[in-house]
Structures are given as structure tokens and as C-alpha cells.
DNA sequence: ATTTAAATGGAAATGATTTTCATTAACAAA
DNA sequence: TTTGTTAATGAAAATCATTTCCATTTAAAT
């Protein structure tokens, strides 16, 4: 059974330690706060939640824990344009199931799905597999977002 | 055989005109280097292109004329994540073909690629279709971008 | 307990994009 | 063509998310 449900060393201390980064309370908070949001974030919105419990964090501590984050995979950056960007835990880190996105251009509304996603990922896959071969790019991530007007903006329209 | 090839109205006065904007010299300017261009530029890279014909159009222009096109669905604006956008001529405006992109996550090269895009194209009208019903969105448009080490930046790792 | 480099916070800097506002120009109407 | 209305414009200032600086604190190896 993996280790994090409840006390003990968080799944991802092996990892971060594993690559020089040391862990600390800050980086525990932001974490967790990632971890029991499982929904994208914005520096923010972490940072607020982190400084209601520790009031000393700053925004700073927030934006540079989120690019380790990024860095190592652990954590996805998204922009969904409206000049912030958004943060949720990268699938198999935990929680997050693999989802794109539907965003709608007036309101900025992000809904998530997973409908398709099994066909996508295939398809996604063997263009990956075709791109690095032709591009000779280590290809490690991809992103997929549709864009519309939602249900409400429609109707305003 | 469509206008705005050499001399006379160009293809987009019409669309412009009926949404109730004006055709100036400057957005003339800046579709042109749009359409020249044929490649993701940035607005500072229109600016500088536009400044050398016409030196008295300002950089705030460059910026709500793209902010037009992109509403009007004639431009594309996209996040390479170096943290200014890029803009290219959309599909069927003209000369461009639809493409999607391959970014390097360290020097932020960009490789536009259009293999595969058939495949990707016929998933994403599926996807699309069920997506619109099940969410009532009504969608304008997708983003697909792959992220990656390219061949360079893979080396020096 | 000691040591040392990494991590931190707060303030200042950055830099792309927007807003403001007084002036100019597009173009519809006469 | 001249005129009137209103959108479009440039320059400068404002915004605002994100970064950088730097003096101080702290994780964790010894």
C-alpha cells in the first residue's frame, strides 16, 4: 500500500530528496494542498490556502515549490487564458485522474472530462511515438484543451 | 480567384466592415506581415516588422488589432510558455495550413508539424461532436501542443 | 551540536499586456 | 467634396502575475 494516506513520509519526499531538493514545511503545505484540491489551482488560491495555516509561507515560497513541481513532473501548468496560470497534481502522483480540458473563451469556465480520453490517449501516443522519431524530440508531455462558449455565455450571446 | 493577392480589397475588409470596424492603414499593415509571415510571431515582433513601413503605429495597436482577430476567429493565439503569446493566420484565412506544435520545455523552440494531422483531425471532430452535447458547449476551436526535450537540448542534459 | 548550502520572505524589479485620454482619421450622410 | 459622428490611435501611465535580490533562517549531513 503506498505511503501518504495518512501520517508518515509523503510518496513524494523519496523523489524530491532523490534530486537535492530538501523538504520542508513549506513544501509539505503546498503539497498538501495540491493533493486534497485535485482540481487546478492558481498560485493564489495556494497561497492562500497555504497562509491559513501557515500564516508565514510566502507567495514567493508558492511560485518557486511549483516550478520544482513542474520540473519534476509532479505538478501540471496549464493556461487557460486568462493571464494566470493554473496548477493540479500530475496523473499517478495520486488522486488526479488523466483529464483534458473545455474551456469557454468568454467566462473563462474550465470544465474537466474524461470522456474520449481513452481514445485520445491512444491516438496521442502513436503520434508521440512518430514525432520523436521524426523530430527527434524526447517527448514527454502533451496537451489537449477545446475551446467554445458554455451553456450560459451561449444563451447572453 | 480569391482578392487581397496583390492590389485591391483584401479578403478580410468585408468580414472587418460588417462587424462594424474600420479598415486603417495600420491593421492593413498588420494583417500583411500576418500573412507574409506565415509562422508564429509575437506581438513585439509584428511591432517591429509594422514599424519599419509605418513608424507611427504604436505598439498598443499591434495589440488591440490582434485582439480583433483572434475574436473574429481570423487569428490564433497561442502560449509556448516563454511567457509572451504568439499569432498566426488561422485555417482558411489564407495562406497557413492547419498544423499543430511540438515545444522544446528548454529553449522553448517551437516545431510546427502536420503529420499525423489527419488522425488527429478526425478524433477531435468526434470528440468534439460528443462533447459539445454532453457539456452544451457550443466549440470553436482546439489546441493540441506535445512538450518535449528537443534534439539539442536533449545532448546537454 | 556544528556546519553549510539550500530555502525563505519581503521588497523591489520585471515585463508583457491594458487602460486612459486627448487627438486623429474613417467613412456615412449631405 | 465637405461635414459630422464615432471609432481608432499613440504615448504615457497603470496593471498585475511572476521573478529577482539579498539578508536571514533552516534542513539535514557530519
Redo the contacts with the bound molecule.
Sequence with gaps: MPRGNGRGPAWWHGRF?GC????????EAILEVLTKADKHL???DIYMKVHAVYP??????I???L?ILVNLGLVLKFDFGD???RYELAEGSKRSTHHHHLICTNCKRVVDYTDFIDDEIELLHRTEKGLSEKYNFAITNHLIQFYGLCDRCKKKK
Design positions: 530528496r537535492g531538493y530538501r523538504v520542508t514545511v513549506g513544501r492558481s498560485a493564489e508565514a509561507i510566502g507567495l514567493t515560497t511560485y518557486r515549490t516550478e493571464g494566470r496560470a
